[in-house]
DNA sequence: TATTTTTCACTTGCACGCAATTGAATTGCG
DNA sequence: CGCAATTCAATTGCGTGCAAGTGAAAAATA
């Protein structure tokens, strides 16, 4: 085999395990997120505005890496639950302000209890978790290799 | 700041950090993927299938971790493009075979450029992924803790 | 053997995720 | 000031991802 079929093989056990390993979160945080009525990402949504109410659409995606194609709509159906408010910034009107509505500052109780709830399943999956952290240990460590020459 | 409240915090980190991780990752796949015309789990599909030729659609998911409801749909596409043949298993009926075609063998010349050049280009990013690792190795840590006890 | 259960691939419906485009508002430059 | 370039949210189109359900085939059980 030569040098580059093989790095084939490591590109597929490298970039599977960090596809693989977001996946397997979002399957372990669905059952707590549910309860909730959430999604990941709209829960991801909640833990900034938590954080910081009246951001922009724009502000939001840039936290959370997503564009506007996939936030707004994702935003309007949180709208649409009654979850948050929409409001157009009067001072710059090409911009729309997310505020949360009282319910949606509510959700914040229930949201209290995910995070142990996660770590307590994922209590089971520690080689799941060493196995990422090892893919990236030598990814880290090829990256330093490669440059170091 | 209660304990909980920190840990929502905490959950707000650590998920977002392996969430954004496996979208950045993409990301990066994407452009080397674009010249061979493949999406990344496309890619992924085929670094199985260039390793062992004529799995049935359920071994694919279990490989990737997709269900059929993702396969299905995109196998069917990839045959549409000629790059893969799919068979109907007649010791059993209920399975469908997915052979590569000369094409899709033949993408694999292509391939073989892509593992070098991600790397390449995520030579930039090592703080991007120390910050991944360091969040896993949290993570690790409070799992042991918390059994721990 | 006849019937029930299980296993598969497939489909439908919904929610991302992102590229590309649109249209309105603002900014910047001459 | 006036016009071009930029910025922003929204939309469209396509490809995942997954739950839930369907129907055919095989396996298990009575």
Same mark, same amino acid.
């Given at each position: 085999?030569?040098?580059?079929?093989?790095?084939? #093989?490591?590109?597929?056990?490298?970039?599977?395990?960090?596809?693989?390993?977001?996946? /397997? *979160?979002?399957?372990?945080? #669905?059952?707590?997120?549910? /309860?909730?009525?959430?999604?990941?990402?709209?829960?991801?949504? *909640?833990?900034?505005?938590?954080?910081?109410?009246?951001?922009?659409? #724009?502000?939001?995606?840039?936290?959370?890496?997503?564009?506007?194609?996939?936030?707004?709509?994702?935003? &309007? @159906?949180?709208?649409?639950?009654?979850?948050?408010?929409?409001?157009?910034?009067?001072?710059?009107?090409?911009?729309?302000?997310?505020?949360?509505?009282?319910?949606?500052?509510?959700? @914040?109780? #229930?949201?209290?209890?995910?995070?142990?709830?996660?770590?307590?399943?994922?209590?089971?999956?520690?080689?799941?978790?060493?196995?990422?952290?090892?893919?990236?240990? &030598?990814?880290?460590?090829?990256?330093?290799?490669?440059?170091?020459?």
């Amino acid at each position: 085999m030569t040098a580059q079929e093989d790095s084939l #093989k490591l590109d597929s056990m490298l970039c599977f395990a960090v596809y693989a390993a977001g996946h /397997a *979160f979002t399957r372990f945080y #669905k059952p707590r997120l549910d /309860a909730l009525g959430l999604t990941y990402p709209q829960y991801l949504v *909640f833990l900034v505005l938590w954080e910081a109410d009246g951001l922009t659409v #724009k502000s939001l995606g840039e936290r959370l890496f997503l564009d506007s194609g996939t936030i707004t709509p994702l935003i &309007k @159906r949180l709208e649409g639950r009654g979850l948050v408010r929409r409001e157009r910034d009067s001072e710059d009107e090409r911009q729309v302000l997310v505020f949360l509505t009282p319910q949606g500052r509510a959700l @914040r109780e #229930k949201a209290l209890a995910v995070p142990l709830a996660v770590r307590t399943a994922l209590a089971g999956e520690r080689e799941a978790v060493d196995t990422l952290r090892l893919g990236l240990q &030598k990814l880290r460590a090829s990256l330093d290799e490669q440059s170091g020459r």
